[in-house]
């Protein structure tokens, strides 16, 4: 018991910069008091003492603001951050090391008995004020943005947003230095391939950087064959792009938005 209570307080010392000492975790940290009530209120549940179960689960909701139904299954260092209006359903399974923040819905979309809440594995975070609903799997790692609605499988690792939830394609490591390569070379910083931007322009200019290295590699290759025939052709150097007229748009969409 004094185990996992001392690896509970670890686990907000590693996600929470906020968090000072212990005694503070201990007595101010209303999602570590829904854990510990819900750890009585499962043990409950599980001896058939249901109606103890929900007596002690709702009166951890109405201490909290977070409520998790006893019959849920939750994994070790389990960190609730902030918490008020979180939701927890009866089928629902939490795996290691998971974060949710405030507002956040584990529900399910039938009335039918059986499995009807979402399964989070290990290390999922999931957003403030998301949504993620059905007997689905979230998979190890994965990432919920804020305020998404999840209805659907996330394989492991992915992240998703938006309404509906949707999984954003990250590139490689290769292929991002090869981008930021032929950006360099253009002469301007490609800040619309940064994580900063929406995801759909982010894409769609990736895409025409890949298009304009695979242009460069065949010039370059014809350029080659045209010396090795004896031409003194010799292409000329691409002409500048001065960063700061990017930078200038940048600006005047950041004022919009604001």
């Known amino acids: 018991m004094f185990e996992r209570l001392r690896e509970d307080i670890q686990s907000v010392f590693h996600r929470d910069p906020a968090a000072r000492n212990a005694f503070e975790v201990l007595t101010c940290y209303p999602g570590m008091h829904a854990i510990w009530l819900h750890r009585l209120s499962h043990g409950l549940w599980v001896r058939n003492w249901k109606l103890l179960a929900r007596v002690v689960s709702n009166f951890g909701r109405w201490l ?39 507002g956040v819905t584990l529900g399910g979309t039938s009335w039918n008995k059986g499995k009807r809440h979402p399964t989070l594995e290990d290390g999922v975070v999931v957003g403030a004020g998301a949504k993620v609903l059905g007997p689905f799997t979230v998979g190890a790692g994965a990432k919920v943005g804020s305020n998404a609605v999840v209805t659907k499988a996330v394989p492991p690792g992915a992240t998703v947003v938006g309404i509906p939830g949707r999984i954003i394609m990250k590139s490689d490591d290769e292929q991002e230095a090869k981008r930021k390569a032929m950006a360099e070379k253009l002469g301007f910083d490609a800040y619309g391939v940064s994580g900063d931007m929406p995801d759909p322009v982010a894409r769609a200019i990736g895409q025409m950087l890949d298009h304009l290295q695979a242009v460069d590699g065949r010039l370059e290759g014809m350029c080659g064959a045209l010396k090795d025939l004896g031409s003194n052709y010799c292409a000329k150097d691409l002409p500048e792009l001065h960063c700061e007229g990017f930078a200038e748009v940048k600006a005047e969409d950041e004022a919009k938005a604001g």
Do not use: C, L, S, W
């Open 64 to 102: 909290t603001g977070i409520e998790i139904h006893p019959g849920a299954k939750v994994g070790r260092r389990f960190f609730i951050d902030h918490g008020m209006g979180i939701v927890i359903g009866e089928t629902a399974e939490i795996g290691n090391d998971v974060t949710i923040y405030q």
